[in-house]
C-alpha cells in the first residue's frame, strides 16, 4: 500500500542519499531533479499504458463472456424445445399404446366369442 507522504519523507529525508546529493552544485541540483522528473514520466506514462492493456484485455474478455452466454441460451432454449417434443411424442405414444391395449382387448373378446 502507498504510504503517506509526509511518513516517506522523514525515512527518505534521513539517508544517505539525501546527504550525499545535498552537497552538490545547484546545477548539479537541477540535472538530478530533471532526470528524476523524467523517470517519474516515463513510469506514470508506462503504468498507464499498462492499465490500458489490461482494460482492452479485460473488454476482450467480457465480450467473448458476453458471446459465450448468448450461445448457452441459444443453446438452453434450444434443449429445452427438444425436451417439450420429446414429452409431446411420449404422450402421443402413451395414448396410442392404451387405444392399442384396447383393440387387443375387444380382439380377445371377438375370438373368445368365436
Known sequence: MVEPLSQVCRVVGGTELVVEVSRSEGVDLGIALEQAAYQ?????????TSYENECD????????LQDHLADSKEKSSNLEDALKQKHGR???FKVE??????KRGALAAKVQKL
Open 57 to 64: 484485455r479485460l473488454e476482450g474478455k467480457g465480450a467473448n
Open 90 to 92: 411420449r404422450a402421443a
Open 97 to 102: 399404446a392404451k387405444n392399442l391395449r384396447a
Open 40 to 48: 517519474f514520466i516515463v513510469l506514470a506514462l508506462s503504468a498507464m
